[in-house]
Structures are given as C-alpha cells and as structure tokens.
C-alpha cells in the first residue's frame, strides 16, 4: 500500500483522495454538499464536510448537519419486525390480514400496466415476509407505469407530505389493486410502510413509538425522528433538485412540523446524522449487538441479510437497470453476493449491505473489511408516478458519479480493487 497509513488501516494519500474528488461536483453546481464518514475497526477513520447544507444562506455541511434518510428508514423497521418475531408475536409466513383485515380479499391487476378495473382475485394474502422483500405486490407510483401508478398518487396522495391517519392511508392503499400476485416478484412498494404500521398493531402502540423505545433511543440516536424540533433546525440541510428548466440548482425543502407528524411510516420519513445512523449501522454490522446491548440475535441478522431472492425475481430489472447482477435482497436490506458482477455500481466486499434512500442518502456495512461507510447529500429523484422511467432528472451526470467515486475510493486507499 502506498503512502503513510492512517487511522483503520487505510492510506493516508488515498484518504486524502475522497475530498479532492468530491469537491469539483460542488464547484460544478451539481450538488450542494456532502457528509461522508468511514469507520473501520473500531475507529472513525475519516469524516468529510464539503460544499453547503443551505446554498442560499451560506452555511456550511458540518458533521452534524441533518438530512432527511428516506429510505435508510427500512432496514431500521426490518429489525422492529424482526424484534417481535424474535418475541414470538409474529411469523414471517403470517398473513398480514391476522392483524390488518383491510387486506383481505385483495385484487390484482391483469397487466401491471393496464386498466385497474381487469383484475382477479389474488391467489393468498400477503405475507409479513412478502412485505420484508417487496413481494407482496404492492407498488409505489414512481416505481410503476401506467393508470396504477397515477392511481397512487389520487387515491393516497403525495408520498412526500401524507395527511392521513395510518389507519385511513392503510385502508385506501388496500382499495387499490396490486401490480401482481403476493411473491411473485420484487417490487419496490409501499410494502415497508405497511410493515411499520404492522409493527405498531402487532406491539400495540405507534411506530414511531416502537422504534423510539426499541432501538433510536437505546442506540444513543439522539438526533433521529421524523421531525425536527426549533432548537435543531439550523443543523438541517435543505433539499435540492436541479431545475430542468433551468438547469440550475432549485430549493425544494419541505416544511417544517411543529410536532411529531401524524403520519411516521417505516418506509422512510427518518431525519438522522451520520454519527446517528453509523450507531445502527454498526450494530447491524456486530451481529445486533452494541456496546453491550443486544437488538436481535446474530442467527436473525444473519437471516436478514441473506438474499431471499429467486434467480427468476433478480434477473428483472430494478428501476431500469440490472440491479441485482451482483447484489440480492434479504429481509429490508441489500447484500452482495458477487462483487466483480456489482463493480459496474460501486464497489463493496461479498455479504457488504446496506439500503439506500431517496435523496441521495446511501450506507454499507462490510463484515470482510470490519467497516461502515455513510454519504450524505440532499439531491431529490423524482417521487411522481412513473417516476422510475426518469431517474436522471432532477440530477446531472456528476452527482449521479459522485457516490460510485465516493466507493471506489474508500477501498482503493485500503488497497483493494474492487
């Protein structure tokens, strides 16, 4: 390995590396601002700070800074449910209709794309495993195409600012046919929602509560929630696009709440740091377990993270492209399971995980190298229907690149070429 050696192991040359490469996507426009961390046997290795958490107000990223995680929401919910599955309150192979009747008697398109009103009876419920792997045939509007896509958005409204209860968001998303039969195929829904409201009924007390007690609160993730209080909001960073019409960065933050919103689903809504989230990343990574506190057992963990996936379900696309060339999906989580297949996306060792979320946040925890790595920005994709369809928008060439860089980076200063 070339160059001095710094803290974990890496070099300090190819440390110095990350930054230098990240800075021009500031200086070019495409992206405010990063946080990244690596952590490596037991020591934080690097964390990085580059461009502006608001623009328009001259504040910088700083290691605190808050970032709404989207769908780093996930995984955390798939270890709620895993929780009680560990207590003996509930079974992966349970149907969900044991304690959500509003599924029941569910329909399913005849095309994923065609008419909502050709449909037939689906073939069993929906499982809590099919919910854990995207299998239950539910959608999301931006991850779909045609009438069940705008469906989504009329019957359940903005997926980004929902005024629903989850009792009544629940009972319209079961009005609503699925893409196709529960098990059949991935994908990517609001099944992880439904998994979180299955937490709260299963438990007895709201979500956000469950999540609280269980496992934010007890992992020291003190400035994880789905709002952000008046004393803490200085610390956020605000949310970008790039304006198509004029190819320039555009300020689309949401507002503020003044509590806790009514509606806090486990498919995303999480607003957390990096420090916060390297917390559950690690303990993931320890096998559910930190600094002496046990979350699950290392046999449910080693379960969570073992790809659920058939050959037939990996081999359609995701989003467009081959996702799962060298990756599959276990329970709420992604692992690699060929990473010379998953080189053309990143970079990671075999059984590295992680989930990424919809503004740009993206983790991975890899048990080869005993490291996390975090990358934080605040770039939105598009969320309407048929959304999937332009994932380029809203997002130029070099802060697309700037994440695989980021990753192939971090293990080119370990000294691997991945």
């Keep these: 390995m070339d160059g001095d050696q710094a803290l974990g192991g890496f070099s300090s040359e190819g440390l110095a590396a990350i930054p230098a490469a990240l800075k021009p996507v500031i200086e070019a426009g495409d992206l405010s601002g990063f946080v990244t961390l690596l952590w490596r046997k037991g020591e934080i290795a690097q964390v990085n700070t580059i461009g502006h958490r608001d623009v328009a107000g001259g504040l910088l990223m700083t290691r605190d800074t808050m970032f709404r ?32 009747p509003e599924f029941k008697d569910m329909k399913v398109l005849k095309s994923a ?22 299998r239950s045939g539910l959608a999301y509007g931006f991850t779909s195409v045609g009438p069940i896509a705008h469906a989504h958005e009329e019957v359940l409204g903005s997926p980004l600012l929902v005024l629903h209860t989850s009792d009544e968001w629940l009972k319209r998303l079961a009005s609503l046919p699925l893409s196709y039969p529960p098990g ?48 803490k909001r200085d610390r956020m960073a605000k949310l970008y696009r790039i304006d198509p019409a004029t190819d320039q960065m555009q300020d689309i933050s949401f507002p503020h709440t003044d509590a806790a919103p009514v509606f806090c689903a486990g ?122 369809s332009q994932l380029a928008t809203g997002q130029r060439m070099g802060g697309r690149a700037a994440l695989p860089v980021f990753q192939k980076l971090t293990y080119a200063a370990l000294g691997k070429a991945l």
């Design 69 to 100: 995680i989207a769908s780093m929401t996930k995984p955390i919910t798939s270890i709620a449910a895993l929780m009680l599955m560990e207590e003996g309150k509930l079974k992966l192979d349970d149907p969900i209709t044991k304690w959500m």
């Design 184 to 231: 059949e195929r991935f994908h990517y829904s609001h099944a992880t929602d439904v998994l979180g409201f299955l937490v709260g009924r299963v438990a007895g007390l709201p979500y956000r509560d469950f999540i609280m007690e269980r496992i934010l609160k007890p992992l020291g993730m003190n400035d994880t929630d789905f709002w952000c209080p008046p004393e």
């Design 267 to 388: 498919g995303g809504g999480l607003i957390s740091t990096a420090d916060d989230y390297l917390k559950f990343a690690r303990m993931m990574l320890a096998g559910g377990e930190l600094d002496g506190v046990r979350y699950v057992k290392r046999e449910t963990l080693d379960l969570m993270l073992t790809n659920q996936l058939t050959p037939e379900q990996r081999a359609i696309p995701f989003m467009g492209i081959p996702f799962w060339l060298g990756q599959g999906f276990g329970l709420g989580a992604s692992v690699i399971t060929d990473p010379e297949k998953q080189a053309w996306m990143g970079a990671g060792s075999k059984g590295s995980f992680g989930w990424p979320g919809a503004f740009g946040t993206w983790w991975q925890a890899d048990p080869v190298e005993d490291m996390v790595m975090i990358y934080l920005i605040q770039n939105s994709m598009p969320l309407g229907p048929e959304a999937a």
């Design 113 to 134: 794309t065609g008419p909502l009103d050709e449909t037939y009876p689906a073939p069993r419920d929906i499982t809590v495993n099919d919910l854990m792997t995207h």
